[in-house]
């Protein structure tokens, strides 16, 4: 038995697929290859499936990580995307493999790109970077036990960096906390930027680039 690490996309359509759901797709996936895949012992068994860190509803992924363990140590890698990638859904595609670096306890941030454009000619550019220089983009967020906690998110954002710009529209990449310890919801983020505008006048896209270790460098 050996522990595999493999990179893949969640794009397009995907991007709707739970964490559940994208979780019983893969098993799907796994069960129509011949990829000699390690089941857990017991009364259960069930395949041996670890994510990095799970995507928010509507946010794609460029660099997704999913650790499995194959049975047959010398089934080749390559062979292991080929297969993966021929039964795959649309929107997900496996792009790589190596043995695992770091533990997923380890993934303190994401670093994403946000695009925010008006259907309607709204000079949205300076409204949102006026958000974003106030200092003061609050959320609430659930905590464990259940309470409703405020956050200001301008006191986490990091590296924050505009892309591509115009009246109408706005491209910008940004670091926030994902992890296990805490984690701030890109798309809460996005909500209080666009609070202003009429839903129905804004289009957005989120992107999460990569995730990230406490020194900022990529995890691997």
């Not at 958000?131 to 924050?160: A, F, M, P, R």
Request: charged share 30%.
């Amino acid at each position: 038995m050996r522990s595999v690490r493999i990179w893949f996309t969640k794009k397009d359509t995907a991007k709707y697929i739970s964490h559940l759901d994208l979780t019983r797709c893969l098993i799907r996936a796994f069960r129509r290859t011949d990829i000699p895949l390690w089941y857990t012992e017991g009364f259960n068994p069930h395949p041996h499936l670890v994510f990095g860190l799970s995507l928010p509803l509507g946010v794609e992924g460029e660099n997704e990580i999913l650790d499995i363990r194959l049975d047959d140590e010398s089934y080749p890698d390559e062979r292991v995307i080929s297969e993966l990638n021929r039964v795959t859904v649309p929107g997900i595609e496996f792009l790589k493999i190596d043995a695992p670096f770091q533990k997923p306890l380890f993934i303190t941030s994401g670093l994403y790109e946000m695009t925010i454009s008006s259907n309607n000619d709204e000079n949205i550019r300076n409204t949102i970077l006026e958000k974003i220089n106030s200092y003061n983009i609050v959320i609430h967020k659930k905590t464990k036990k259940g309470e409703i906690k405020e956050i200001n998110v301008s006191e986490h954002l990091t590296e924050l960096e505009v892309l591509k710009e115009s009246d109408s529209e706005l491209q910008f990449s940004f670091i926030l906390p994902a992890g296990n310890d805490f984690t701030i919801n890109p798309i809460q983020f996005k909500d209080a930027l666009i609070s202003d505008f009429s839903p129905e006048n804004i289009s957005w896209s989120i992107v999460r680039k990569k995730l990230l270790v406490k020194d900022g460098t990529e995890f691997r």
